[in-house]
């Protein structure tokens, strides 16, 4: 804005006083400079650069990648999307949000466009897969940040967060909770090793008729990896797959590795463990005999990301594997 | 699915006794086959060597324990449904009455989602729940054959079913909406699959199709009278009104019992007494009969296709026998002259 005003003014001095026009110039030139190096910046995304300056106050975030982002470097957003299978924004985050309420603005593919505007924000953190329609209505509303698409990889959270970040422009602190994760999951690896637990491991959604193998290239999936376990997915999904199709119970034994982590998007995980247990092609796996069975959240396992999600990831891992 | 013309011309020749050997022959080898074959990596020739008792428990557990259930539960869901549907058909007098069509299927798996949603575990209320769903869609279903004009002609009460299926399916939806957890638990009863079912959801829906069974066989004969007229009918000393309930009641045992243990599936009831109609004629007793091997046959016969074509995973049953049905919904309703009944 201040750019804008100077300019503004030196054009009309300079229309007045033909001579004094280059010192105009040079101001002009300075307090964008000045603007420049404290506020103003550049953000390379999805559709091109958007500049964003300031430090923007009126945040609605369109990807659980963003809210997770955003809460860990200490903006609370007007308005979030609900987590996969929810009505509400994942519990992990809730617990950061305290008394805070944040409006929802329907669900990652399917925005609600109008719920967005009545936020009146003045920045919008959206998904890697947004259309381009809604990124035209979108930018229209205020600077949208859409990380650039990249193949599904463990660790894409890490360079979405920081462009994030940067959008927000609170960079270090969002440095800060990423160096906070790769601590903590170094951690958590040291005490896994001391206590000589580890071995392959498949983490799945149980559906009705039977598992769901997730790729081992997903977020939580890498965290697994990185506290040194040996994630797999049985080479069942395709390339761009996030999970495979339901596998045919004759395949059980295709995910019976020494650990198994089993995400359910119903609250009551161990109830998830139940049903999978009514099936006898179930209860014979070796992992299951073994009771390595670990029930987890699937709000927080397999649809959340971000510094927040790995911390609270991190502690089910250790949770569940230390004894 | 070209069977019938053909069968209509040359079949019928040979005595109805040596078809049923055939076909019970038929469904032998099916069953077989459906011990023999999976998504998994026991194939025929490991399952083979087991029944010729070699010692390997991961192809018993596979063979007894995932296969030999799902052949038992596909043998009763296609006798279930072959039945329900030439009982439909006879009693609508309708060739294209059929409880996936005309929406009863649907009225059973709407029910059993909104048990699901208001808080029922899926186990113990589902057979109850999924026969009243099906006795409600019956009687709607009916109730609109009823309405003056509809019920004369059988493409219109197609068409009314459409409908009432369609606002069924759209509700179901909407319990989707309300509840998205439970989506991965009700969409198995959108399409319906075998897999992972267990023999003892087979023994929980066994008696009410017993039940169902002895009241078709103390009401096909007074059906058959039902098929000359109800006027006929009555002069014989039956009871038009009270058969037309019973057998409805019939329908909804049967299709509810087969949507509680299998989800929905479409068009066996359809299929499966056109087909029998070919080799029986027009009598419902003997149609009835032959609906027996013939429901299994096609439900086996689909179950084991859905199980090959996408290994490591598997179709799911319903997708297929939908893939059959069609084109014979098709060509019944092409056929130059609608065969009434």
Not at chain 2, 210 to 231: K, M, N, Q, T
Not at chain 2, 232 to 254: D, M, Q, T, Y
Request: some cysteine; proline content about 5%.
């Amino acid at each position: 804005m201040r750019v804008k005003t100077t300019l503004f003014k030196t054009r009309s001095m300079s229309a007045i006083f033909i001579k004094s026009g280059c010192l105009g110039m040079l101001c002009m030139l300075l307090s964008a400079l000045v603007a420049g190096t404290a506020q103003a910046r550049t953000l390379e995304t999805a559709f091109g650069d958007v500049d964003i300056e300031g430090t923007p106050e009126r945040v609605v975030t369109l990807y659980e990648g963003a809210l997770d982002a955003a809460v860990a470097a200490g903006v609370t957003p007007l308005g979030a999307v609900t987590t996969r299978g929810g009505d509400n924004v994942a519990g992990y985050i809730e617990a950061h949000l305290g008394e805070n309420l944040l409006a929802i603005m329907g669900v990652v593919r399917e925005i609600n466009i109008e719920a967005v505007l009545a936020q009146q924000p003045d920045l919008i953190l959206a998904p890697a897969q947004l259309s381009d329609e809604q990124y035209q209505l979108l930018s229209r509303i205020a600077p949208t940040v859409v990380p650039l698409t990249q193949p599904l990889a463990s660790d894409n959270w890490k360079d979405e967060a920081r462009l994030y970040g940067e959008a927000l422009n609170r960079q270090a602190a969002i440095a800060e909770a990423i160096e906070a994760v790769e601590d903590r999951a170094a951690e958590v690896a040291e005490a896994l090793e001391k206590a000589d637990v580890g071995g392959s491991t498949f983490l799945v959604r149980w559906m009705p008729g039977g598992p769901m193998v997730m790729s081992e290239n997903l977020f939580a999936a890498g965290l697994l990896a990185q506290v040194g376990l040996d994630v797999q997915d049985g080479g069942l999904i395709g390339e761009r797959g996030v999970h495979s199709d339901v596998l045919s119970l004759e395949n059980l034994s295709q995910v019976d590795g020494d650990w198994l982590f089993l995400a359910t998007l119903n609250e009551d995980g161990q109830a998830a463990v139940d049903a999978a247990k009514q099936s006898s092609a179930f209860t014979r796996l070796n992992v299951v005999q073994q009771d390595h069975v670990v029930p987890v959240d699937g709000q927080l396992w397999t649809s959340a990301n971000g510094p927040l999600a790995a911390q609270a990831i991190l502690d089910d891992i250790e949770a569940a594997l230390l004894p | 699915m070209t069977v019938p013309r053909f069968a209509t011309t040359s079949v019928r020749r040979a005595t109805p006794r040596t078809l049923m050997i055939l076909l019970l022959t038929a469904l032998m080898a099916v069953s077989l086959v459906s011990l023999l074959i999976g998504a998994g990596s026991v194939g025929p020739g490991r399952a083979l060597a087991l029944l010729s008792g070699a010692q390997d428990s991961e192809a018993r557990f596979i063979v007894w324990e995932l296969r030999a259930p799902r052949t038992l539960i596909g043998i009763a869901v296609g006798m279930a449904l072959g039945v329900a549907g030439a009982l439909l058909q006879a009693v609508a007098r309708n060739p294209l009455a059929e409880p996936g069509l005309l929406g009863v299927s649907a009225g059973a798996a709407f029910a059993v989602a909104l048990a699901l949603v208001l808080g029922a575990s899926a186990a113990t209320l589902r057979i109850p729940v999924a026969q009243l769903g099906a006795l409600v869609g019956c009687v709607c279903v009916l109730s609109v054959a009823r309405f003056r004009g509809v019920g004369n002609d059988p493409i219109r009460l197609v068409l009314a079913g459409a409908a009432f299926s369609g606002l069924l399916a759209s509700l179901t939806s909407l319990i989707l909406l309300y509840d998205q957890r439970a989506a991965d638990e009700i969409r198995f009863w959108v399409i319906g699959s075998l897999a992972g079912r267990r023999l003892d959801d087979l023994f929980a829906v066994l008696p009410s199709m017993l039940i169902a069974s002895v009241v078709v066989a103390l009401i096909a004969r007074p059906l058959a009278a039902l098929a000359l007229g109800e006027r006929v009918a009555s002069g014989l000393g039956h009871h038009p009104k009270l058969i037309r309930w019973l057998v409805v009641a019939c329908v909804a045992l049967l299709v509810g019992a087969a949507t509680a243990i299998a989800g929905p599936i479409a068009f066996v009831g359809l299929v499966v007494p056109f087909v029998a109609r070919a080799f029986a004629g027009p009598d419902i007793r003997r149609t009835l009969w032959f609906c027996l091997p013939i429901g299994p046959l096609m439900v086996l016969a689909a179950d084991i296709i859905s199980r090959v074509v996408v290994a490591p995973s598997e179709l799911p049953l319903g997708v297929l026998t939908a893939l059959c049905g069609a084109p014979v919904l098709i060509a019944v309703v092409r056929a130059r002259r609608l065969p009434m009944l």
